[in-house]
């Protein structure tokens, strides 16, 4: 079993940044694939980023260039670096992870644990 707690939304002005962070209960953390995910109001939740237990990654057109992942296994702690915000980034933002299931990374299905959400709010 995995808990996952996500920390560091909040209100931004369009062109800010924010870091959220992730962090996850388990010896085993290192061993997941983790994801980020985002929902905004009225929309299904989708892809945000993803990364491997090796720290390959992958992101989403609608973040590439912007966003950035990465992982620190030894505090059990997923990043979400977020650069040049928009108003479009605004939504809940859900960290994910997962096990045997996850091949590309970037469907909802492939992932075992989540987390509760954390708010991001960008303002014009």
């Known amino acids: 079993q995995v808990q996952l707690v996500e920390s560091g939304g909040g209100l931004v002005q369009a062109g800010g940044s924010l870091r959220l962070s992730c962090a996850g209960s388990g010896r085993t953390f290192s061993s997941y694939a983790m994801g980020w995910f985002r929902q905004a109001p009225g929309k299904e939740r989708v892809f945000v980023s993803v990364i491997s237990w090796s720290g390959s990654t992958v992101y989403a057109d609608s973040v590439k260039g912007r966003f950035t992942i990465s992982r620190d296994n030894a505090k059990n702690t997923v990043y979400l670096q977020m650069n040049s915000l928009k108003p479009e980034d605004t939504a809940v933002y859900f960290c994910?992870?997962?096990?045997?299931?996850?091949?590309?990374?970037?469907?909802?299905?492939?992932?075992?644990?989540w987390g509760q959400g954390t708010q991001v709010t960008v303002s014009s």
């Open positions: 994910a992870a997962g096990g045997l299931r996850v091949v590309a990374g970037t469907s909802e299905g492939e992932y075992d644990y």
